[in-house]
């Protein structure tokens, strides 16, 4: 069994197979969403990575809204063709892609449990099952697959669309950390708010001569 984790933002490089993926779920606190590393979550080792390395400027596509008198209801769109298809990027379900109307995401299915639209890989076409005139964007995704054979969910504290992703590298390849002649560290704060780095601290063993 298998795991697709999809996200908007690129996969972090350093990323790799055989990777062990974890979850937590965040709380707000004094300003940033924070988590308890007791309540680290092991889904299992990664073991697929699609970057999406020939999309970078063509992940979108817009299908511009149609006069007020008609509707996108059963409206069929098709995914073939350049430049998603020559790339071998056509979404293989819909974990792939994301789809919003008017700048709103729509989700796959309601409240209700019924669908707001369905995808056929065979066709390459993704069919709307909702009324709407306003614009429609499809984009792909960044994804990656984990193999769940040891994953058991709890009863709280459960993997969803809000969860934090992070992983950990394997220590059997990595056992020293970091390995190589050089290494470069960036540190970003995604805050609009004052922060203070008070200190930062580093490893270093010598693994070859």
């Known amino acids: 069994m298998a795991i697709k984790l999809s ?4 996969i972090n490089t350093s990323a790799k197979i055989n990777d062990l993926a974890y979850y937590t779920n ?11 590393l007791d309540d680290l979550v092991l889904i299992g080792p990664i073991t697929q990575i699609n970057r999406r390395p020939l999309l970078e400027t063509s992940l979108t596509k817009l ?6 008198t008609t509707s996108y209801l059963g409206k069929v769109f098709d995914f073939s063709g350049y430049p998603w298809e020559d790339s071998n990027d056509i979404p293989l379900d819909t974990q792939e892609f994301s789809v919003t109307v008017d700048d709103v995401l729509l989700p796959e299915f309601d409240s209700t449990g019924a669908s707001n639209y369905t995808y056929s890989f065979s066709d390459k076409e993704l069919t709307l099952t909702v009324g709407t005139d306003k614009d429609v964007v499809v984009r792909l995704l960044y994804t990656i697959l984990i193999d769940d054979t040891n994953f058991t969910s709890p009863l709280f504290n459960i993997l969803d669309d809000e969860s934090f992703i992070m992983f950990k590298k394997n220590e059997k390849i990595n056992s020293t950390g970091l390995k190589g002649y050089y290494t470069e560290v960036k540190f970003e704060n995604n805050s609009a708010e004052k922060a203070e780095l008070f200190a930062v601290s580093s490893e270093v063993s010598q693994s070859s001569k």
């Open 7 to 10: 996200f908007e933002q690129q």
């Open 26 to 36: 965040t709380l707000p606190e004094g300003g940033y969403n924070t988590s308890d």
């Open 63 to 68: 299908f511009p809204g149609q006069a007020i």
